[in-house]
């Protein structure tokens, strides 16, 4: 599985910080002990967890500015962990394609969310990447 599991596990842990608003080491290291995973998906959950926390304010701010009339705090919690892991991706991970992440977003938002879900992050993404480009022009 890999890469997949990762992100999926990734978004787990996320939303269990979310649902607790406890993002502390402590959490990471629960998940940890009860789940088993490969090292390179240890290596991606922990790289993707540090930089999503530490850069949590600058993810909500990319997904404030393409979510319009909605506030971040009533999107569903699944989406946001979602987007946040894709938008780190993005802006973060160069070894990942732009349209992996993206797909990958809308299958966990399949999975583990509502068939519109993955509509509405399909949306915001593409607003964030197309503003991306405009930004770069």
């Known amino acids: 599985m890999g890469r997949k599991r990762a992100r999926e596990a990734t978004m787990k842990l996320l939303y269990q910080m979310e649902m607790n ?3 502390s080491d402590r959490i990471k290291e629960l998940f940890f002990e009860n789940n088993s995973f490969s090292q390179s998906e240890k290596e991606y ?3 993707a967890i540090n930089t999503i926390v530490d850069k949590l304010h600058e993810l909500d701010k990319n ?6 009339k909605w506030n971040i705090h009533r999107l569903a919690k699944v989406d946001l962990c979602t987007l946040r892991i894709a ?3 993005i802006l973060y991970r160069d070894d990942i394609p732009l ?4 797909n990958e977003a ?5 999975k583990y969310s509502t068939e519109e879900s ?5 949306g915001v993404l593409g607003g964030f990447i197309r503003s991306i480009h405009e930004n770069e022009q």
């Open 21 to 23: 608003s406890d993002y």
């Open 63 to 68: 997904i404030k500015e393409h979510t319009e």
């Open 106 to 110: 809308i299958e966990i938002a399949k």
């Open 45 to 47: 959950i922990e790289d």
């Open 87 to 89: 938008i780190y991706e």
């Open 99 to 102: 349209e992996v992440s993206i």
């Open 118 to 122: 993955s509509r509405f992050i399909n």
